[in-house]
């Protein structure tokens, strides 16, 4: 164990800059990287005005942050892959890579798997991590830190794109506007979606996801989402339906929007259960899917941020020092709408 400093949630509502004990020991398949560029997450926000997310409940100071990018700086005796000096971005959770779920490819679903900055896991918001080789992957050139801690969430939205099977020329819709929502619009455009309309309530977050070709934006206070859907579809309906609110509001009309056949993914998590129209889903027979995090995205991320088709750093919205941290958290909380991302700088 090493003592470090760290940005620590001791409790809701309670975060400090500090140092704290964590392991640097760099075993024969780790790496261990100087942490550049950290994202903060709904996620890291949810714990510390909450302290829980479902069953994951904080119970000791923990470091928070998961979505991170940074600098090779020390590699294990077995470690083929990466060298020192590489650049590089780390998936966050680790699972145990005999468990059924991770044999299956499902390594996401792995219930053993660990995840930084969810409870006990220690995150990244500190100036070195180790991580594992087979985690860690290098990022090109042309691809920046910033760009490598977005890999993280964007990583969600190719989930998402997956899971939904698109098919060149497909029309999606995605209803949220958030950070999440608009990456889940651009992985479905990388994906080969026509065209994606954007929905949400709030006009500053739908102008974030209007810069992008390929979305169309919906703010459904004053349009209904349905009558766009069925005008750009010949009345057909949607190819693909991402839901990214989790609002028990979304369900209500959810089911109107995807064509005969067509697929409904959930990426947003409602609070609690939601009842939605079985018999509207049945008689167009669609097709349900839920997203976990992801498994194996980031390599088709980075390839797509390397490639110039998808561009996420417009989603940015202002960048911190380490040892403003605590005020780029408050900054989180109060969920400004034209607020994107928000990133902390290590060094
Ligand atoms: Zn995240």
Redesign the pocket.
């Given at each position: 164990m090493s003592l470090v400093d760290a940005l620590v949630l001791e409790r809701q509502d309670k975060l400090s800059l500090r140092e704290i004990e964590l392991p640097m020991n760099v075993g024969p398949l780790d790496v261990k990287i100087k942490v550049h560029t950290v994202?903060i997450?709904?996620?890291d926000v949810h714990y510390y005005t909450h302290g829980k997310i479902g069953p994951f409940v904080v119970e000791e100071p923990m470091v928070l942050g998961?979505?991170a990018a940074g600098t090779v700086v020390e590699i294990g005796t077995d470690v083929t892959n990466l060298a020192i000096g590489d650049r590089v971005c780390m998936e966050p959770g680790i699972p145990d890579a005999n468990s059924k779920a991770a044999r299956l490819g499902m390594y996401n679903v792995d219930p053993a798997v660990r995840f930084w900055a969810t409870p006990p896991i220690h995150g990244c918001l500190t100036p070195h991590v180790v991580h594992p080789a087979n985690y860690t992957f290098k990022l090109p050139d042309n691809v920046s830190f910033a760009e490598g801690a977005m890999v993280?969430?964007f990583a969600v939205g190719m989930q998402a794109a997956t899971k939904a099977r698109i098919t060149p020329g497909d029309l999606a819709v995605v209803i949220g506007a958030g950070p999440i929502g608009i990456m889940v619009a651009l992985a479905a455009l990388g994906g080969g979606c026509s065209s994606v309309i954007v929905a949400d309530l709030v006009d500053e977050k739908l102008a974030i996801a209007a810069q992008y070709p390929g979305v169309t934006t919906v703010n459904i206070t004053k349009q209904s989402l349905a009558d766009v859907v069925n005008t750009a579809s010949g009345n057909w309906g949607a190819d693909v339906v991402f839901e990214c609110t989790g609002s028990p509001k979304a369900f209500e009309t959810l089911m109107t929007l995807p064509r005969p056949g067509g697929c409904v993914v959930m990426v947003g998590l409602p609070v609690d259960p939601v009842p939605f129209d079985v018999s509207l889903a049945s008689v167009r027979e669609l097709r349900f899917e839920t997203v976990f995090r992801y498994a194996h995205q980031y390599e088709r991320a980075i390839a797509l941020f390397a490639s110039g088709k998808v561009d996420l750093k417009p989603l940015i919205s202002e960048t911190f020092a380490f040892k403003d941290s605590i005020a780029a958290f408050d900054r989180a909380v109060e969920m400004r709408p034209t607020d994107g991302k928000l990133q902390i700088v290590m060094e």
């Open positions: 994202g997450c709904g996620s998961h979505e993280e969430p």
